[in-house]
C-alpha cells in the first residue's frame, strides 16, 4: 500500500519535532530513515503508526488520511531495537498473538493459526524453535521472531525503529542481507529508521535524510550519495573533507592552482567549500599535476590505508583513503611532498557551510568524477 504524508506537522511544547513533512512512499517500496539523533526519525515514524498524532498535515494510506485513526486500525506491523517478546510465551505464542486478540468474528481458526504460525517461522528461517522461550534465543533470533509476530498479522506496512541497533556487527550484517530478501518475498511496504549509514545504503531502494524535523533530502540511494543536495547530506553521508577554494567563472581554484573547470557551475564567483570524501582523493609524485600536499601520517587499516596530509596553499589537513595496494608505492612516507587529485567532489557557496534546514533551491554546482581539468 503507498502512504503520502502531506505537510506534517508535530510539536512538544514550543519544540518543532517535525515542521512540515512532505513524503511518498511507493507500495512495497523498502525505504530508510537516516539522520542524526533528535532529527524526528522515531517521532515520523509515531505518527505514521499513530502512537503519536499529528498537530497539522495528512497520513495518506492507500488515499485515506488515516492521521486521526488510532493504531489498531491501521494494520501496522512494527518491530522496535527493544521491542521485548513477550517472555513468559513460547515463540509460537509470541508469533500467534496478533491472531488470537483479534476479534472472535475476525480470529482465524486454531489449526490456520499454527498454519500461518508454522509458515512464518519458516519464512524468518526458525523452523523448529517454536516452543523455545525468548530466553532461549541469540539476540538476532529474537529480532527475527519480532519480525514474524508483526508480519502475522498481515500488515499493510511494516514500520521497524532501528531493529537491528542491539545487536553486534556481525549479526547486523547478515541480518541486513536477511531482511531484503525477506521484503523482495513479503512485497510489504516498510519503512526502517537507522542511524548507521551503511545500513541504509545497503539496504533500502531510497533513503530520506531528516535533520532538525525537515527532510533535507530524499531520493535513490545512489543518487543521493552520488549528489548530496546540501554540505550536511555530504557529511552525513560518510567522512568529508572541506577544502576553501575559489570559483573565478568556472573555474575552481584551491590556493594558486586552478584545478577544475566546473561545467556545470550556476553559481557566482567567489569563495567556495569543495567537500570531497577521503576515498575521492589520490596521491601522485611530484611532476603529476595537483595540489601539493606534505604527507603527515600512514597508517595501514585493515584493507585500506589512511594517510594524513597538509596542503601547502593553505595548511589546512587532509584525510585521505587509499585501498592497501598503493601502500607499498615508497613515495608514501611521512614528510614526503606528493600531488593530491580529487577525482569527485562537490562544491558549496561558502556562507552554507552551515548545515541549513530549509534550502530553496539545490546548491550543487559541481561533481567532476572524469571532469577534473588537468590543467
Ligand atoms: N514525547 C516527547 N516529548 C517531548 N519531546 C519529545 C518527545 N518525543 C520526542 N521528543 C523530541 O523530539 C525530537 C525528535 O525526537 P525523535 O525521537 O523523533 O528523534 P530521532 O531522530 O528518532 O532520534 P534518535 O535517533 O536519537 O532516536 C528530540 O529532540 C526529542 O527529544
Not at 554540505?231 to 577544475?260: K, M, S, Y
Amino acid at each position: 500500500m503507498d502512504i503520502r504524508i502531506r505537510n506534517v506537522h508535530k510539536h512538544f511544547g514550543p519544540f518543532i519535532a517535525l515542521g512540515g513533512i512532505d513524503l511518498d512512499i511507493a507500495s512495497g517500496e523498502l525505504i530508510a530513515l537516516l539522520g542524526p539523533s533528535g532529527s524526528g526519525k522515531t517521532t515520523l515514524l509515531r505518527v505514521i503508526a499513530g502512537l503519536e498524532f499529528p498537530d497539522h498535515g495528512q497520513i495518506l494510506f492507500g488515499g485515506v488520511d488515516m492521521a486521526r485513526h488510532p493504531v489498531r486500525e491501521r494494520r501496522i506491523g512494527f518491530v522496535f531495537q527493544h521491542y521485548a517478546l513477550f517472555k513468559h510465551m513460547t515463540v509460537f505464542e509470541n508469533i500467534a498473538f496478533g491472531l488470537r486478540i483479534r476479534p472472535r468474528n475476525q480470529r482465524p481458526s486454531t489449526s490456520a493459526i499454527r498454519a500461518r504460525v508454522l509458515e512464518l517461522l519458516d519464512l524468518v528461517q526458525l523452523s523448529g524453535l517454536e516452543q523455545r522461550f525468548p530466553s532461549q534465543l541469540s539476540g538476532g533470533q529474537r529480532q527475527r521472531v519480532a519480525l514474524a509476530r508483526a508480519l502475522a498479522i498481515d500488515p499493510r506496512v511494516l514500520l521497524l525503529d532501528e531493529p537491528f541497533g542491539a545487536l553486534d556487527a556481525k549479526v547486523r550484517k547478515d541480518l541486513r542481507q536477511w531482511l531484503r530478501d525477506l521484503h523482495h518475498k513479503t512485497g510489504v511496504t516498510t519503512i526502517f529508521v537507522t542511524h548507521d549509514q551503511e545500513e541504509a545504503l545497503e539496504l533500502a531502494d531510497r533513503i530520506v535524510i531528516m535533520n532538525g524535523g525537515a527532510i533535507e533530502q530524499v531520493g535513490p540511494v545512489d543518487q543521493v550519495y552520488e549528489h548530496p543536495r546540501t554540505p550536511f547530506v555530504f557529511d552525513f553521508l560518510g567522512g568529508t573533507n572541506v577544502i576553501a577554494a575559489e570559483l573565478r567563472g568556472r573555474r575552481l581554484w584551491i590556493g594558486d592552482r586552478d584545478i577544475a573547470v566546473l561545467h556545470d557551475s550556476i553559481h557566482p564567483s567567489g569563495p567556495v567549500d569543495v567537500y570531497v570524501r577521503p576515498g575521492d582523493l589520490r596521491l601522485a609524485d611530484d611532476t603529476a599535476p595537483g595540489i601539493q600536499v606534505e604527507i603527515q601520517t600512514v597508517h595501514r587499516a585493515g584493507p585500506i590505508v589512511r594517510i594524513t596530509a597538509r596542503t601547502e596553499a593553505t595548511g589546512q589537513p587532509l584525510s585521505i583513503e587509499l585501498p592497501h595496494l598503493h601502500h607499498d608505492v615508497p613515495c608514501f612516507t611521512v614528510g614526503a611532498r606528493l600531488r593530491l587529485r580529487l577525482m569527485q567532489f562537490s562544491v558549496y557557496p561558502r556562507s552554507l557551510h552551515i548545515p541549513e534546514r530549509t534550502l530553496p533551491t539545490p546548491i550543487l554546482i559541481g561533481r567532476e568524477r572524469t571532469r577534473v581539468h588537468p590543467y
